[in-house]
């Protein structure tokens, strides 16, 4: 079974513009979360999506926004980049809503020049 | 803000011997994990621990918990130059659900 995907590997934006990142979950899995991983630090919660509604949100500015599809495939969102959002972008899926173990991708390395 | 810290913040040990971990955390958990994270790559679940349990163990992983020092210990027996990563625990809470609140991390090297 495929694991956890996300789209694209790298990608480099300038300050101001918009980014949409993609996730598809593990098969089965009908909860999506996404983390903010700054260099040298942990990951920082962002979005919890399960059943194609929000079920929780980080600290996170409204620059960020994410949506689940019928599939369970996940976006997420930032407008008006900034330096600061620099980072790696990390899916994981689980199998419920409150589960235990949470099955990351391998991430997006977003770049704002 | 993270809710833990690992301890120390880089390890540095040849390969054979034994590597321990330690992460601290401020709040009531549910679960503690521990997550191995290579050269920036995507993170690899290693071990879940319970708030009722005191220890667990995974081949040559150990992880002990105490909940009343609110601090948990990974233990890596017989390291391996594969072993190289940084390893993050990570909590769950009553309040929070399944959002998994992050330590900085402990970046580990095992020499050949």
């Known amino acids: 079974d495929a694991g956890v995907t996300q789209s694209p590997t790298h990608l480099i934006k300038t300050r101001g513009q918009h980014v949409t990142l993609r996730c598809s979950p593990i098969?089965?899995?009908?909860?999506v979360s996404w983390y903010q991983q700054v260099l040298g630090q942990g990951p920082q919660f962002i979005f919890q999506?399960?059943?194609?509604?929000?079920?929780g949100r980080g600290n996170f500015p409204d620059r960020f926004s994410a949506r689940q599809f019928p599939n369970y495939s996940s976006e997420l969102n930032v407008n008006a980049l900034l330096l600061g959002d620099s980072a790696l972008y990390l899916c994981?899926?689980?199998?419920?809503?409150?589960?235990?173990?949470?099955?990351f991708g391998p991430g997006t390395r977003l770049t704002v020049t | 803000s993270q809710q833990g810290e690992e301890d120390p913040q880089a390890l540095s040990i040849q390969e054979g011997e034994n590597a321990t971990m330690n992460c601290s955390y401020k709040?009531?958990?549910?679960?503690l994990q521990w997550y191995r994270q290579n050269s920036g790559r995507g993170l690899v679940h290693l071990i879940l621990?319970?708030?009722?349990?005191r220890e667990k163990h995974s081949g040559r992983l150990r992880v002990t918990l105490d909940t009343s020092k609110k601090s948990s210990s990974l233990l890596i027996t017989a390291s391996r130059a594969a072993d190289t990563a940084s390893y993050f625990c990570?909590?769950?809470?009553?309040?929070?659900?399944?959002?998994?609140?992050f330590g900085e991390g402990t970046q580990l090297t095992v020499n050949p």
């Open positions: 999506y399960y059943e194609k509604e929000e079920r």
């Open positions: 994981a899926s689980s199998l419920i809503r409150v589960t235990y173990e949470q099955y």
């Open positions: 990570a909590t769950d809470g009553e309040t929070s659900g399944s959002r998994l609140t």
């Open positions: 621990i319970r708030s009722n349990e």
């Open positions: 709040t009531s958990i549910n679960n």
């Open positions: 098969s089965g899995h009908k909860s």
